[in-house]
Nanobody, 120 residues
């Protein structure tokens, strides 16, 4: 089992910045990918950014150049630096971790979610 505890989020004006952080505990040695997803009202949850254990990243097209994901494997944390925020970035943001056992058993874990609101 992996527990994910998120921090950060809140209300920010358009063009502003926020930083989200997520700390993993429990069976962290099995964690492969970590990342952030978001879900806006009336929409499906979508990938924002993901980072592998070796540091490879991928981003949603809508956030490329504005958001940066980083990971500290020693501390079992993942962070998302969000710059140049837009109203359309408003959503609940969820930390995500994927564990893999025996190369085949994949389990996804989620944080409790953080509200990010971008508004004048």
């Amino acid at each position: 089992q992996v527990q994910l505890v998120e921090s950060g989020g809140g209300l920010v004006q358009p063009g502003g910045s926020l930083r989200l952080s997520c700390a993993a505990s429990g069976s962290v040695f099995n964690i492969n990918d970590m990342g952030w997803y978001r879900q806006a009202p009336g929409k499906q949850r979508e990938l924002v950014a993901r980072i592998t254990k070796d540091g490879s990243t991928n981003y949603a097209d809508s956030v490329k150049g504005r958001f940066t994901i980083s990971r500290d494997n020693a501390k079992n944390t993942v962070s998302l630096q969000m710059n140049s925020l837009k109203p359309e970035d408003t959503a609940v943001y969820y930390c995500h971790a994927l564990t893999v056992l025996y190369d085949t058993i994949r389990t996804a874990y989620w944080g409790q979610g953080l509200q990010v609101t971008v508004s004048p």
